[in-house]
């Protein structure tokens, strides 16, 4: 498997934005329906702690903090710097994402404050139907509504999230975390940021919010190109060292 698509695979869960297209009611086999809701919740100071680890120290200190409850997410931390810090599950991901109910999935991360006032009301909107129990579908249909009515947001100029923590869980693959930055744009040509060219660092996800394949109607539902860069360190301090792609 290419560092690309490993990484648009094990990131394909990151964010709330996932909106689905005609595939949205494809399931897997191995996770075809939500899981009993017990299996997505954290203790709460285990939560908080690995939301935090998801940005340097410096950040996530004084960040808002996020906890899923039975209702959805909940502020667990009121922060200071605008930064939000949450852990995402699988069913923030694509719904045509294989892994979209695997209540495996521990994906940390730290939204800046353009990303913050640009996703969270998708984010919330999100979890409270999953947590009360929504299909794929009601929630697909929820979301292009409120994209349709101008209810939710566009992605805001300078959006980016930190993903640097080691204690993920991305993905039932193997060797799927690695410490990175995310940068959202409004649909554009990946070439312009030198995405996937040989020897750069630059990774992009086209549509990864909407489905693991860019598709071909996209009507009421917002263009977004995310761009993936790692770095070399965890947030703990410790080295990435090499990928094993």
Not at 21 to 47: C, F, H, I, T
């Amino acid at each position: 498997m290419s560092r690309v698509s490993e990484l648009t695979i094990g990131l394909a869960l990151v964010m709330a934005i996932g909106c689905g297209v005609s595939n949205a009611g494809v399931q897997s086999d191995k996770y075809p329906k939500m899981a009993a809701v017990d299996q997505y919740l954290m203790e709460k100071n285990a939560e908080i702690q690995l939301a935090r680890s998801a940005a340097p120290d410096s950040i996530a200190r004084d960040a808002t903090i996020l906890v899923l409850g039975r209702q959805g997410y909940e502020t667990a931390v009121d922060g200071k710097n605008g930064f939000v810090c949450r852990v995402d599950r699988g069913w923030m991901a694509a719904f045509d994402w294989p892994e979209f109910w695997n209540p495996k999935v521990r994906a940390a991360e730290c939204l800046n404050p353009q990303a913050a006032r640009s996703m969270l009301p998708i984010v919330f909107l999100r979890s409270r139907m999953v947590m009360a129990g929504r299909s794929k579908e009601e929630i697909l249909s929820a979301l292009k509504a409120a994209f349709e009515n101008k209810q939710l947001p566009d992605i805001e100029s300078g959006a980016m999230s930190y993903m640097m923590s080691k204690s993920s869980y991305l993905t039932d693959e193997d060797g799927h975390n690695l410490p990175h930055l995310m940068f959202y744009t409004a649909h554009t040509d990946a070439k312009d940021w030198g995405s996937g060219a040989a020897g750069s660092p630059v990774m992009s996800a086209p549509y990864w919010f909407f489905s693991s394949q860019e598709p071909s109607q996209m009507k009421g539902l917002p263009a977004i190109l995310v761009f993936l860069v790692p770095v070399a360190d965890w947030t703990d301090g410790t080295s990435a060292g090499k990928h094993k792609d």
